[in-house]
């Protein structure tokens, strides 16, 4: 084999070796978008109930002594389901991280205010879970991105081991 066989035949694994890899990648966060996609669903199927607002309130704690403090709302609230009462603390199935701007958790706080009425998704096959807010179905919407990878993948495997064609040997005629 000459030295150029043997740079072209390298060159070749290791296009296919990154192929591999950005089409693994890529598929694993399309399937995690996916899973949250399937899990931000799950409430949509539940049941609309209406409920109050017993208290919501902003809590703010420092994770570290040295930390600037995180925020988060706190609401608690009451329904009723086939004429017994139930209470939750949920806003999302899967709650937000606190954040760091102390106006932000006041603006959500405010959207759930002390004694109003609001409504509720209850879960029919367990009446004790209970959300106000869907999750965001936003993974959906960007699942393309990381499918492109998938993609450039498949096509880097395509070009890595597809067979190099000899240049045709012409001949000429000299006359």
Not at 57 to 65: G, H, I, L, Y
Not at 105 to 111: D, E, L, P, S, Y
Not at 114 to 140: I, K
């Amino acid at each position: 084999m000459s030295q150029n066989q043997i740079a072209s035949q390298s060159g070749r694994w290791w296009l296919g070796t990154m192929g591999v890899f950005l089409i693994v990648a890529g598929s694993f966060f399309a399937w995690r978008m996916w899973l949250s996609y399937k899990e931000a669903q799950i409430t949509r199927q539940w049941l609309e109930i209406p409920c109050r607002i017993l208290s919501s309130a902003v809590v703010s704690e420092r994770p570290t002594p040295h930390s600037d403090p995180a925020h988060r709302v706190a609401v608690r609230y009451e329904y009723e389901v086939n004429g017994v009462k139930h209470s939750s603390m949920r806003v999302r199935k899967v709650e937000a991280a606190p954040t760091l701007h102390l106006e932000d958790a006041r603006q959500k706080q405010q959207k759930y205010p002390p004694g109003s009425e609001q409504v509720c998704f209850v879960n029919p096959a367990a009446p004790d879970e209970a959300v106000l807010e869907h999750a965001s179905r936003a993974a959906l919407y960007s699942i393309w991105f990381p499918l492109l990878f998938v993609l450039g993948g498949c096509g880097m495997l395509l070009g890595a081991f597809r067979q190099e064609k000899k240049p045709v040997q012409s001949t000429s005629c000299s006359a």
